[in-house]
């Protein structure tokens, strides 16, 4: 009996051993990256890139405010730029209260199986997104895409991949 459970704590320990082996082993993985050359880095980001560009051909695509599928462009954007605009008309207490920010952002994106985006950040965010109803919708929607893509390129042609013989 003694010999027994001798066993099984050695055999705990034996797979307490093997388990922080293999999250050791896993987590120099990650932390090394050997495997994340500069050049796979590269082809990563312009797969990214192309598929970015992609999405704002689509959404050029739409009509009006809305994606050629139906939905409205920047998907929950809707919610930031209509808080935005309820600050510029004075209904700040009303952008906590769901049923009124629904009713408002089914005034910005009139549509019978529109998502609702309830704002659910604190008085502070209100700053962050108070600009942003001083121009239309597509605007800050498009600037938005765009310089995320622009930043992003240019990013890359910054760093491209490196010339030597890795």
Same mark, same amino acid.
């Given at each position: ?51 970015? !560009? ?6 050029? +695509? ?5 994606? $050629? ?9 809707? *919610? ?5 605009? +309820?600050? =510029?008309?004075? =209904?700040?207490?009303?952008? &906590?209260?769901?049923?009124?920010? !629904? ?7 009139? *549509?019978?199986?529109?998502?609702? %985006?309830?704002?659910? %950040? @604190? $008085?502070?965010? /209100?700053?962050?997104? %108070? @600009? /942003?109803?001083?121009?239309? &919708?597509?605007? @800050?929607? =498009? ?24």
């Amino acid at each position: 009996m003694l010999f027994l459970s001798r066993n099984r704590r050695l055999s705990r320990i034996a797979v307490l051993t093997t388990a922080s082996d293999l999250s050791v082993r896993i987590l120099a993985f990650l932390r090394d990256a050997q495997w994340l050359t500069r050049g796979r880095l590269f082809g990563y980001a312009t797969i990214l890139n192309a598929a970015s !560009a992609a999405m704002i051909v689509w959404m050029l +695509m739409g009509h009006g405010i809305t994606d $050629p599928a139906g939905r409205p462009l920047g998907t929950d954007f809707v *919610s930031f730029w209509t808080v935005s605009a +309820m600050l =510029h008309n004075g =209904h700040e207490r009303a952008i &906590y209260v769901p049923e009124a920010l !629904a009713a408002w952002e089914q005034s910005v994106v009139p *549509s019978e199986n529109a998502a609702f %985006y309830a704002w659910q %950040y @604190p $008085p502070i965010g /209100l700053l962050l997104v %108070y @600009p /942003l109803a001083l121009f239309s &919708y597509l605007v @800050p929607v =498009h600037k938005r895409q765009v310089s995320e893509v622009v930043a992003s390129i240019a990013n890359l042609l910054k760093k491209g991949p490196a010339v030597s013989g890795k």
